[in-house]
């Protein structure tokens, strides 16, 4: 999964504002009206002024870093599954439960890919360990219950993400997420892990 998206804003999309180091960042990625998938880039404190147009896929937080002078800015235009993994299992990225189950299904995703290698357990053992295979940094993605619900959750953001059909009920009665298009549940699982 491949999209280009402008990379981290140099100030509040709200307030005008500009990022200083150490600011609390938050970031969403929005499938807007037109169907476009669109990064917003705001102060954490200004989140609750903040309604974007469309449908919110994904949201974290992360305290503010200035780019490094000569650093490439266009490499961070492409976010693919690995890089979304990264920013996603980053120790200063807060989780919110859209977050953490999609890092979920991206650990699986990469590790299926040999992107990501398991390590193990945490020590409080609530989380999964993974060591990045390129950087050999480890990350750890939160324990979590892979049920059905879960894959079609997930397939939702994706969905929203890559632009596949809507699988929600819809206000005239159409078949849930589970019979989307005579579908079961193992069937919407094979069909999430075939997006990415």
Known sequence: MELHLQPLAPACVVSGEPFV???????FLVRTTTTEVVRYDLLDAQSGNFSPEGFVVCRWVHVFKPRK?????DRELKLTAENLFVTLADPLTEPTPESTRLLQFLALMLERKRIVRPKGRSADRERNVYEHTKTKLLYEVPLGELTPEFFVAVQEQLSVLVGLPNLKNDAA???GPRQAAGR???????TTADIL
């Open 69 to 73: 002078l000569g650093e490439n800015a």
């Open 21 to 27: 180091e150490g600011a609390r960042v938050a970031c």
């Open 184 to 190: 079961t549940a193992d069937q919407t699982t094979a």
């Open 173 to 175: 009665g159409e078949a």
